[in-house]
């Protein structure tokens, strides 16, 4: 079984890198690459949410801007090796919109692999006209992970295969990634490819405390900016707070908290 | 050795009275106002009874003619002169007779009654007999021909003589004597604002013979007849010219004679101790109000001014130049009421024909348009535009830059006196500039939801004047495009934008830097660009 995931992630990663850029939007947790969560189950697919029922929410201040502060809230279930997550999200007030997504697929020990949709509605009422009613729009994309060897994952997030309807606010392509685990560090890189311009990375290095903490740092280019984050766990609870600096813009600002599920993830 | 003796016999003799100036070229009609004037440095009275004036026709040996005899009671003490000449002299000459010289080659002599001989000889002489030592420079109509100094004796006509504005009656060369330059009085700035400090500038020359010492000579400077400053000039050596300043403070407003005065004891020449020019402090009759200076459409540069006086005002004789104020364009007639715009063109047609909703009767041709630059030189200014009444006294004076400006956008006076771009390609002729209402915030985007194709624009309103730039960015913070960059900026204004931009959520950053500031005014304004799939 694990050789067949291989034979079939493996391309699908190295195919998928030439595409677009990918970044949360509507489900967006604190911690930096897809972990165990239904926030990141639903906002890139990578499937790995906790066995049994767990409850994650998010609230994040983007760049500074008040107007825009998205706050999710969503469930994930896993029985064997199926998972799923549901989730409702809000962004901004009069110029915002509201986001319903769901997310369904395959996650066993050493790969995984998920589809994802999101509906959103713009607030405004003076939003486009759309075949799906004014200022409404659908997403719909997929995303995969795998385990060659203990200590190295390798994933890819392609959210935004499918779109109808209003323009999402932000264009999301792809994001291929790398981490290299072992000994209570971790280190990371991604690239996310920008059709008709520029690639675009981010790397950063995680400290694991034993099962209760992490920290970590993280740094990206276009403008070069930098973050950090803490998570703080326990049986039943997780706490993710995340920083991001800008140089010209303001911070972005991320907090998450999940409840229920194991401690775990790719 | 023979030679030798008979060019000194024609030089002037020792202790006797000299040949001191010729007028034989008066400006005009010459009746009456030729002369020659005698001048004795010899130690004691001379007498000039017997002595012979004569004049020489140079086309040909020993043409001499009689034209005056000494008499009896003619005597010349040393310092003393003695004036031969026309009736219309002043002051009245000694000796009142028709001189009648011809304008060279020829000459005059002296002869003595024991005698010896003096001869003066101007022009390319052929005959040795009309000239000492060599023949003077022949001068032009309105000059005299003067012995510089009064006592001067090289042996030479071409050495003692020389070009003079004609001084019967008064030595040629003064012993103590301040002179001003003439044409060197300015203003600098030319054109100073009202309030601001000027100078006043010059050049004085040290026309007598004997050195100037320092602070001698006091400049006074007056506007009109009000004292404006003074500055006392530093020594002058004979013949030595300086350049003196005086500072002062550009009020009030307004044009006015500028007088320069020089004050020094003992100046034996008062007329060359003052000179005049007009000059203005502050602003002209006319302002200008937009500059086209790269046409995109055919329509030929233009200028558009703005009549500021209060009054009706004939632009007829107003001049229009660039920075090397070559061309000094004239304006055709027109009056142009108060308050009101006119266009001054380079292609009056071509211009009506791309604005033909223009007012004709204000939009005036100009010949001899002088061709505005499009690039900026190294301290970032593209040209000048200047406006000057008819006697040149400097109207109104705009220095503009090109840099960030695209073809056939304007230069614009907006409010506050900052200039601007304009907001549309092709400017507003005959259109005052657009008044804006305050904005809420530093930065807008209008309007804030836009749609593929759709036109937008970029409105600010920050504190000061400044260099500022406008920035993209998506909602994950990556730069996407610039909407424009380090434009000169009015405190408020706008700019149209076309936003090329896929859908999205999208944040315009705003940095404005004010002249010598080095850090930026950021604002941030979110906006969404909206579409389809």
């Given at each position: ?174 994001e291929t990634g790398i981490r290299l685990a072992g000994d209570g560090i971790s280190a990371w890189l991604a ?76 | ?292 200076f790269h046409p995109a459409s055919g329509e030929g540069e233009w200028v558009e001014v703005r009549n500021r ?225």
């Amino acid at each position: 079984m694990k050789g067949a995931i291989a034979r079939v992630m493996v391309p699908a990663i190295v195919l998928a890198a030439f595409c677009g850029e990918v970044q949360a939007q509507d489900f967006a947790a604190a911690v930096p690459v897809m972990g165990e969560g239904a926030l990141s189950l639903i906002e890139h697919g990578v499937a790995a949410t906790p066995p049994g029922a767990a409850f994650e929410g998010g609230v994040v201040r983007w760049l500074g801007i008040d107007d825009f502060t998205t706050r999710s809230l969503a469930v994930s279930g896993r029985w064997r090796s199926l998972t799923g997550a549901a989730g409702l999200s809000a962004t901004g007030g009069d110029e915002g919109w509201r986001s319903a997504g769901i997310a369904s697929g395959y996650a066993g020990s050493n790969a995984g692999a998920a589809l994802r949709a999101v509906f959103r509605q713009d607030a405004a009422p003076e939003a486009i006209e759309t075949p799906l009613g004014r200022g409404a729009g659908l997403e719909a994309g997929t995303g995969a992970w795998i385990r060659p060897r203990p200590g190295l994952d390798v994933w890819a997030s392609h959210p935004q295969i499918y779109m109808k309807g209003a323009a999402p606010p932000l264009n999301r392509g792809l994001e291929t990634g790398i981490r290299l685990a072992g000994d209570g560090i971790s280190a990371w890189l991604a690239r996310r490819a920008a059709g008709g311009r520029e690639a675009r990375h981010r790397g950063g290095v995680a400290l694991e405390f034993g099962t209760v903490a992490s920290a970590w740092i993280e740094a990206r280019d276009d403008p070069l900016r930098t973050g950090y984050g803490i998570e703080a766990r326990s049986r039943l609870v997780a706490v993710a707070f995340a920083l991001e600096t800008h140089p010209v813009l303001g911070e972005t600002a991320r907090l998450s908290l999940a409840i229920g599920g194991a401690p775990g993830g790719p | 050795m023979l030679s030798l003796a008979l060019v000194a016999a024609l030089c002037a003799p020792a202790e006797r009275p000299v040949i001191a100036e010729v007028l034989y070229d008066p400006a005009g009609d010459d009746t009456g106002n030729e002369f020659v004037e005698l001048y004795s440095s010899a130690s004691a009275p001379v007498s000039l009874a017997g002595l012979r004036l004569e004049a020489g026709d140079g086309s040909g040996p020993g043409r001499w003619t009689l034209r005056w005899t000494g008499g009896t009671g003619d005597t010349l003490r040393r310092g003393e002169r003695f004036l031969i000449g026309g009736a219309k002299l002043v002051p009245a000459p000694d000796a009142i007779i028709t001189l009648d010289l011809q304008n060279g080659p020829d000459a005059v002599r002296l002869v003595w009654p024991h005698g010896a001989i003096e001869v003066l000889g101007w022009g390319a002489l052929e005959f040795g007999e009309y000239f000492c030592g060599e023949a003077a420079a022949d001068v032009a109509s309105g000059f005299s021909l003067a012995r510089v100094p009064d006592d001067a004796g090289t042996g030479s006509n071409a050495t003692d003589f020389r070009a003079a504005s004609p001084s019967p009656g008064r030595a040629n060369q003064t012993r103590r004597n301040a002179a001003v330059v003439a044409g060197s009085l300015a203003l600098d700035p030319e054109q100073p604002e009202v309030g601001a400090p000027a100078l006043v500038r010059a050049r004085i020359h040290n026309a007598g013979r004997d050195p100037i010492e320092a602070g001698a000579v006091t400049c006074i400077a007056f506007r009109d007849d009000f004292e404006i400053g003074t500055a006392a000039a530093a020594a002058l050596a004979a013949g030595e010219t300086l350049a003196v300043q005086i500072s002062t403070v550009a009020a009030p407003e307004g044009r006015f004679e500028l007088r320069l005065v020089l004050s020094m004891a003992g100046d034996e020449a008062a007329a060359d101790d003052t000179l005049r020019a007009p000059a203005r402090f502050g602003p002209g009759s006319l302002e200008i109000t937009e500059i086209q200076f790269h046409p995109a459409s055919g329509e030929g540069e233009w200028v558009e001014v703005r009549n500021r006086s209060g009054v009706a005002l004939d632009l007829g004789g107003f001049t229009l130049a660039d920075r090397a104020d070559r061309g000094g364009a004239l304006l055709t007639a027109t009056v142009l009421m108060p308050e009101s715009l006119a266009v001054l063109a380079q292609d009056r047609a071509s211009l009506l024909a791309t604005f033909p909703s223009l007012d004709t009767a204000r939009v005036i041709a100009v010949q001899s348009w002088s061709a505005l630059n499009n690039s900026d030189d190294d301290a970032g200014i593209a040209d000048v535009v200047r406006l000057r009444e008819r006697d040149g006294v400097p109207v109104a004076r705009v220095e503009y830059s090109a840099a960030g400006l695209p073809a056939g956008f304007t230069r614009e006076l907006a409010g506050g006196g900052f200039w601007t771009a304009s907001s549309f390609a092709g400017g507003s002729p005959l259109a005052p500039p657009p008044v804006r209402p305050p904005l809420e915030s530093a930065l807008e985007i209008v309007p804030r939801r836009l749609r593929a194709g759709m036109p937008a624009r970029i409105e600010w309103s920050i504190p000061w004047p400044a260099r500022a730039s406008v920035t993209i960015y998506d909602l994950e913070g990556a730069r996407v495009t610039e909407a424009f960059t380090e434009l000169s900026v009015t405190p408020r204004g706008e700019r149209s934008w076309d936003a090329r931009l896929p859908p999205g959520l999208y944040v315009a950053v705003l940095s404005a830097k004010p002249a010598g500031a080095t850090v930026p005014l950021t604002a941030t304004r979110a906006f969404r660009v909206e579409g389809t799939r």
